[in-house]
């Protein structure tokens, strides 16, 4: 492994929790942006890398190409074992993290595919204000299903960081935003907090999911 890994990503995306890992893990890498919502010139540009036309993925150093934020932020936990990211396959808190891992992946990062064009659902474009607001409904009560049944500690599975929290500190801030998210799931709210404010990813945040006035909306 002699080349760094190559994010294809963009601000504000999904590929942010896995620049978070990179970074702290200590692993060089590069970004290569990537913004399919801006037009099929975009999506048609990504599809040489993932012929699904979206972001995330990740350029190994051995040249494979994975695809999927929740696989690939697993992998990156277990491949680098030193950084503390995941619970270890004994831990008997793995089987709760791959759960919520999961969970995040196809309850609710998998509705942002309609949620970002509603067309491609309904070609009604009268409907399609309707659609996202029930997608964000939806997305709410996931959210609240998952406060419901996690208990935190310092952070979401106990008393160290994972993947598992820089994943939903991401996933989070997207519509319906963080001002819902702490509505509906409180008994995640200081634990997600406490991620935005890690030092070490200070800088990252910064750059490609700011805290703007008005971010939690």
């Not at 998952?146 to 989070?172: C, F, H, I, N």
Request: aromatic share 12%.
């Amino acid at each position: 492994m002699s080349e760094p890994f190559v994010v294809y990503g963009a601000s504000t995306s999904g590929s942010v929790p896995i620049e978070a890992t990179l970074s702290l893990l200590g692993v060089p890498y590069r970004v290569e942006d990537y913004a399919p919502w801006e037009g099929q010139q975009e999506v048609s540009r990504l599809a040489r890398i993932n012929p699904l036309g979206q972001v995330p993925a990740l350029a190994l150093p051995t040249g494979e190409v994975m695809t999927e934020s929740a696989a690939i932020l697993i992998w990156l936990a277990d491949a680098y074992p030193h950084g503390r990211l995941a619970p270890v396959l004994a831990d008997v808190k793995r089987p709760e993290f791959l759960r919520w891992m999961t969970f995040v992946s196809s309850a609710i990062y998998a509705l942002y595919w309609i949620a970002d064009d509603p067309s491609r659902v309904t070609d009604k474009a009268e409907d399609h204000a309707a659609v996202k607001t029930r997608i964000f409904d939806r997305i709410a009560h996931c959210w609240a299903r998952m406060g419901e049944q996690l208990r935190p500690g310092k952070y979401l599975l106990g008393d160290e960081l994972s993947v598992l929290d820089l994943y939903v500190a991401t996933a989070s801030r997207w519509s319906p935003g963080r001002r819902r998210f702490y509505e509906v799931a409180p008994g995640l709210a200081d634990a997600i907090g406490r991620t935005d404010a890690d030092p070490r990813l200070t800088a990252l945040w910064a750059e490609r999911f700011p805290f703007a006035p008005g971010w939690e909306r």
